[in-house]
């Protein structure tokens, strides 16, 4: 029986699997380890959060599985190995999850920012102060 991975898609775990993954990534080199040449920007883009000390945006997991999904047989398996994932979490699981939790995460983002909205033109309308609501 395949265990499923839905504990294993952490912050923590994301972050170490991106440090991972473009770790081994030199533009223009064709190296067959990393990100290829289309994917590096985006994954280069995950890093930034990382090297400026935040944590990935959890609405950038849907692409990343989807981006991952083509390394699911080569590279991913020793990324998640590196990163400390048991070798009996299927690979294919490990990816819905994280493309599971940037859908939640996204439709999440998109309801904050509609009530932000509402909110806004709520006060205007009213012609009442209203607190300062935060831009999403």
């Known amino acids: 029986m395949v265990k499923?991975?839905?504990k294993l898609v952490?912050?923590?775990v994301m972050s170490e699997l991106i440090r991972q993954f473009n770790a081994v990534h030199v533009d223009g080199e064709l190296d067959n380890i990393g990100p290829n040449a289309g994917d590096a920007p985006f994954f280069r883009q995950m890093?930034?959060?990382l090297e400026n000390d935040k944590d990935i945006p959890e609405t950038m997991y849907q692409e990343a599985s989807?981006?991952?999904y083509k390394y699911s047989r080569t590279q991913i398996p020793?990324?998640?190995e590196m990163c400390g994932i048991p070798p009996h979490v299927d690979v294919q699981s490990f990816l819905k999850d994280m493309s599971e939790?940037?859908?939640k995460a996204k439709a999440k983002s998109a309801y904050q920012q509609k009530l932000g909205a509402r909110l806004r033109k709520f006060?205007?309308?009213s012609g009442e102060k209203h607190p300062t609501l935060p831009t999403l």
């Open 4 to 6: 499923q991975s839905k």
């Open 10 to 12: 952490t912050k923590t």
């Open 47 to 49: 890093s930034w959060f």
């Open 66 to 68: 989807e981006r991952f």
């Open 78 to 80: 020793q990324l998640m």
């Open 101 to 103: 939790t940037g859908v």
């Open 123 to 125: 006060f205007k309308d």
